[in-house]
């Protein structure tokens, strides 16, 4: 029997059993020759580090392209904008939520203008969210009521007529600024809305501009939006008194008198409003910096977040990695007590075995990433999700799947470097 194994085997064995060592290029083609006659279980095992290698590349691609768009969006408003918004009041012991609160008006903003010497534009806004109507289309989007230097500091572009102007405000005009996404639903595209007559709460407001498109489609977008008079907000939509705001976009003098100017906002305020703490402040002030350090500070943990769960399929592609190894161990436990009586090292017999699962998870690793890859691009041609795939994560992936390989491999490998050739000469 042992002299039939011999002779069935010895083509093979004496390609990677020469003298001392096993050489690199000898356990490679043993390698191949193995997991491919079995295709069908190589396949399979593959399988589980495929899913999990394309699953870190997208998944972290997402959170990574979250990350960027937002970023992208809040920077092209610049970086010496400031925002005061509404904080939250505290009456009978019962504090409001956050941003609910009437504590502005526009005497504060007359009163930054006139003691902040950091500034160079301020503009209060009023916000609501109104069903608009043209004829027999209708949409439901936000409805700003500003002043006309909103347009400079939102880095707000005409595409054709006008912004609102200083007489609007003094007249309490019921005029309208549109944003592309509202001309398009209301009128359809490239159809010039200057002009025409719409209804905002069953009021109607006669459109004086349209704005150009920026391609945002969040839910605070330009160009989803329609733009009115504040004082004609104030009087016909919003419900509130005729001074409250809902918040006030300033644009500092520049980048180097971002903190100063905020600094100055701030006391200011806590003057007026009477308010000696600053942990009880009724507003917020904030500036670019401190919406993108929050944003950054979420989306790392999003992507962290995602990167597990993805993980969490590697680890099932290692454990049947493992399980496809030691079923191998046990099918070729004769092979191995051949290969060590003909001379093969404990050494070589482990590195033979472990070789065949880094493989494993290397042409796992490889198709997981361009599968992954290729899934991102298409995500993000169709405009489902911004999915940005770094050099980073492949190198990641590449790390992650040489990591799975070696310690899901190295146990089957030491176990069949462990077997007593005599005893493995002898298993049935």
């Known amino acids: 029997m042992l002299q039939k194994l011999f002779k069935l085997e010895m083509g093979k064995l004496l390609i990677i059993s020469k003298g001392k060592n096993m050489k690199l290029r000898d356990i490679f083609f043993e390698t191949i020759s193995s997991l491919s006659s079995n295709k069908g279980r190589s396949g399979l095992t593959m399988l589980g580090i495929i899913i999990g290698i394309c699953s870190v590349i997208v998944l972290v691609g997402v959170g990574q392209g979250s990350t960027a768009s937002i970023t992208s969006r809040i920077s092209s408003l610049g970086s010496n904008l400031i925002m005061v918004m509404p904080g939250s009041t505290n009456s009978g012991g019962v504090r409001s939520a956050m941003g609910n609160a009437q504590t502005l008006n526009s005497d504060d903003a007359k009163a930054i203008v006139n003691n902040v010497s950091t500034i160079s534009e301020i503009a209060s806004v009023v916000n609501s969210r109104s069903q608009v109507v043209y ?69 109607q407001f006669k459109i004086v501009g349209l704005t150009q498109a920026k391609g945002s489609s969040s839910s605070d977008s330009t160009d989803d939006a329609i733009y009115i008079p504040l004082t004609t907000a104030q009087r016909y939509l919003t419900g ?183 005893e493995a000469l002898r298993y049935e």
């Open 240 to 422: 509130k008194s005729s001074s409250s705001v809902s918040s006030i976009y300033i644009k500092a003098l520049d980048e180097k008198n971002v903190n100063s100017a905020k600094t100055e906002i701030t006391d200011l305020l806590l003057s007026r409003h009477n308010i000696s703490d600053s942990a009880n402040a009724d507003f917020r002030v904030q500036t670019q910096a401190d919406i993108l350090s929050s944003i950054s500070s979420v989306s790392q943990t999003l992507t962290i977040l995602l990167g597990a769960i993805a993980g969490i399929s590697l680890l099932v592609g290692g454990i049947g990695i493992m399980n496809m190894m030691l079923t191998t161990v046990t099918e070729r436990t004769r092979e191995i007590g051949l290969r060590k009586a003909i001379g093969a090292k404990r050494r070589d017999i482990t590195i033979q075995f472990l070789s065949e699962s880094v493989i494993l998870t290397f042409l796992g690793g490889v198709i997981g990433i361009i599968l992954g890859w290729s899934i991102a691009a298409i995500l993000t041609s169709l405009g489902v999700v911004t999915s940005i795939v770094s050099w980073q994560s492949i190198v990641l992936s590449f790390g992650i799947s040489a990591f799975v390989g070696i310690v899901f491999g190295l146990y089957p490998a030491n176990k069949a470097a462990k077997l007593n050739p005599i």
């Open 135 to 203: 004829k027999n289309t209708n949409t439901n989007t936000q409805v700003i009521g500003t002043e006309p230097n909103y347009a400079d500091i939102r880095s707000i572009m005409i595409d054709t007529g006008i912004f609102i102007t200083e007489q609007d405000i003094k007249s309490v005009s019921k005029v309208a600024v549109i944003g592309s996404t509202v001309r398009d639903d209301l009128f359809g595209e490239d159809i010039d809305p200057v002009g025409k007559t719409i209804k905002i709460n069953k009021i």
